[in-house]
């Protein structure tokens, strides 16, 4: 059945330095290639051996540029994991829009989450980002506690339908879905640059979904 799903919130985070209003699409473009262009050199080289110059090469824009939309490297590096939090809410919203029950609709976000770790340079690079985030002298939100408030929300929708192990805590088992959730990501990127992530992932699902269904 349907369940209230806050998704916007946790994900919502305010950034130091806004930057100059996006007046012209041309400007909005320019913006976005640049973004992508450093998540990739983030994901490659992490924080410090990223290379403003590299990127600006790369996205065919002076430096200039970049320190007009983004000021700084810390602040661009804050808009890579701000747009890697921004694309939850809408995954989230269609996920949902299938109508599967709780369990169905918490398996099938995390499968599309895992695809998301496994192919997008962006939330490649967020996630080495947040690993070095204390080395960072930037504010980045607080890594995990998005995805374990809507995992709670799920599990509780799946209580509520008697589709949860008797006994088991939503909480509970939601920070443990989470935190094996960290580590298969981090073990696919560290040992192989998140090429088996897929695989990965459904060894460790399959063996906790049954423990969490009634
Ligand atoms: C869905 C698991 C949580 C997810 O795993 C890697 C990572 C990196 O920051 C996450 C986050 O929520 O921030």
Redesign the pocket.
């Known amino acids: 059945g349907e369940f209230d799903l806050d998704i916007e919130s946790p994900w919502r985070f305010q950034i130091a330095d806004e930057g100059p209003p996006m007046r012209q699409e041309r400007a909005r473009r320019t913006r976005q290639v640049i973004l992508n262009v450093a998540a990739m050199e983030f994901a490659a080289k992490g924080f410090r051996e990223a290379s403003l110059q590299e990127i600006a090469v790369q996205a065919e824009v002076t430096k200039g540029a970049i320190y007009h939309h983004f000021s700084s490297k810390e602040n661009l590096a804050a808009y890579v994991?701000e747009e890697?939090?921004a694309r939850w809410p809408s995954l989230v919203k269609d996920v949902k829009a299938q109508g599967l029950s709780p369990l169905g609709t918490l398996e099938l976000l995390?499968d599309r989450?895992a695809r998301a770790?496994h192919e997008e340079p962006l939330?490649q690079a967020?996630?080495r980002?947040?690993?070095e985030r204390s080395n960072l002298a930037v504010r980045l939100?607080a890594?995990?506690?998005?995805?374990?408030l809507l995992?709670t929300d799920l599990l509780r929708a799946a209580e509520s339908a008697g589709q949860l192990r008797p006994g088991l805590k939503p909480e509970a088992a939601a920070r443990a879905?989470?935190a094996a959730?960290?580590g298969v990501?981090?073990i696919a990127d560290t040992l192989n640059e998140q090429a088996d992530m897929l695989d990965r992932w459904g060894e460790v699902k399959d063996l906790m979904l049954p423990s969490i269904r009634r």
């Open positions: 994991v890697h939090y995390l989450v770790f939330v967020s996630a980002l947040q690993i939100p890594p995990f506690v998005g995805w374990t995992l879905l989470v959730f960290f990501q981090h």
